[in-house]
């Protein structure tokens, strides 16, 4: 039996382009756009031209998950009809990654036209970490101090994409973190897009669990491709902080991508 990650093994890998689309995502766009900065910045440094397209929109992914087929492909056709180039898609969120790129084709099934389109355009779509792993050959210098990270990586990252592979193999690079592995790693935070909304006391209970677990580790501090997941995580932790009284963060956390832009960047003269 295949398994995601034989499937993300069995990728073929196109050399370094000269040009990419970015694909920045509703929430990196509005909740944390240094994550994108840091995205673009990370790019270039390889000598990448990053194309962003202002007229890109959400990937249709919250109107799939919740079963409007029919909203999800007029959002998902905005895309095929924007990313015109044949250049990568890169993806810095393996939720809206593997939106594109494993549900796009199904959405556009009934349309041959349509559908190989769709097709060609999910062919184009890396997550970030598989784009600096695979295509990029990321190898920087780490200019931090000695630290310790707890990982998290969505359900839709590690089971569409692979992204937990090439997340940890990146973090590895980085001589002077330590990766602190959490107990039952490969669980929800809770927040599964439209499901923390529509049931948040479930969506409480497991993002509680999931904190206690990242804290179980000692990390200093909880890093993760997905917005939405970090987002969650460090919110549940900020308002068991508040609870307590305190006055500092206890759990802080960053998008990888700031992650490792601080940690590999000269510092500012």
């Given at each position: 039996?295949?398994?995601?990650?034989?499937?993300?093994?069995?990728?073929?890998?196109?050399?370094?382009?000269?040009?990419?689309?970015?694909?920045?995502?509703?929430?990196?766009?509005?909740?944390?756009?240094?994550?994108?900065?840091?995205?673009?910045?990370?790019?270039?440094?390889?000598?990448?031209?990053?194309?962003?397209?202002?007229?890109?929109?959400?990937?249709?992914?919250?109107?799939?998950?919740?079963?409007?087929?029919?909203?999800?492909?007029?959002?998902?056709?905005?895309?095929?009809?924007?990313?015109?180039?044949?250049?990568?898609?890169?993806?810095?969120?393996?939720?809206?990654?593997?939106?594109?790129?494993?549900?796009?084709?199904?959405?556009?099934?009934?349309?041959?036209?349509?559908?190989?389109?769709?097709?060609?355009?999910?062919?184009?779509?890396?997550?970030?970490?598989?784009?600096?792993?695979?295509?990029?050959?990321?190898?920087?210098?780490?200019?931090?101090?000695?630290?310790?990270?707890?990982?998290?990586?969505?359900?839709?990252?590690?089971?569409?994409?692979?992204?937990?592979?090439?997340?940890?193999?990146?973090?590895?690079?980085?001589?002077?973190?330590?990766?602190?592995?959490?107990?039952?790693?490969?669980?929800?935070?809770?927040?599964?897009?439209?499901?923390?909304?529509?049931?948040?006391?479930?969506?409480?209970?497991?993002?509680?669990?999931?904190?206690?677990?990242?804290?179980?580790?000692?990390?200093?501090?909880?890093v993760s491709a997905d917005c939405g997941c970090l987002l969650n995580i460090t919110?549940?932790?900020?308002?068991?902080?508040?609870?307590?009284?305190?006055?500092?963060?206890?759990?802080?956390?960053?998008?990888?991508?700031?992650?490792?832009?601080?940690?590999?960047?000269?510092?500012?003269?």
């Amino acid at each position: 039996m295949s398994t995601e990650s034989d499937s993300q093994s069995a990728r073929r890998y196109p050399p370094k382009p000269a040009d990419v689309y970015l694909f920045s995502t509703c929430l990196i766009d509005q909740f944390t756009p240094q994550a994108g900065l840091d995205t673009v910045r990370l790019l270039e440094r390889e000598g990448i031209k990053v194309h962003y397209l202002e007229q890109q929109t959400c990937c249709g992914q919250p109107a799939h998950s919740s079963g409007f087929a029919d909203e999800a492909r007029a959002v998902a056709l905005q895309q095929l009809n924007l990313f015109t180039e044949n250049w990568p898609i890169v993806v810095p969120s393996g939720s809206c990654g593997g939106m594109m790129r494993m549900h796009y084709p199904h959405l556009f099934a009934a349309d041959p036209e349509l559908y190989a389109r769709a097709v060609a355009l999910a062919e184009r779509v890396y997550e970030l970490s598989e784009f600096l792993v695979h295509v990029v050959n990321f190898s920087h210098q780490d200019r931090g101090d000695p630290c310790t990270v707890a990982l998290h990586t969505s359900c839709h990252a590690r089971r569409e994409m692979g992204s937990h592979e090439t997340s940890v193999a990146l973090l590895d690079t980085l001589a002077q973190v330590k990766v602190m592995e959490q107990a039952r790693i490969e669980e929800c935070c809770g927040f599964g897009g439209t499901f923390a909304m529509r049931y948040p006391d479930i969506s409480e209970a497991i993002v509680t669990d999931k904190v206690a677990s990242i804290r179980e580790t000692g990390a200093e501090r909880v890093v993760s491709a997905d917005c939405g997941c970090l987002l969650n995580i460090t919110g549940r932790a900020a308002k068991q902080d508040e609870v307590a009284g305190l006055a500092t963060v206890t759990l802080p956390g960053e998008h990888l991508a700031s992650f490792l832009w601080k940690r590999t960047s000269a510092p500012s003269a």
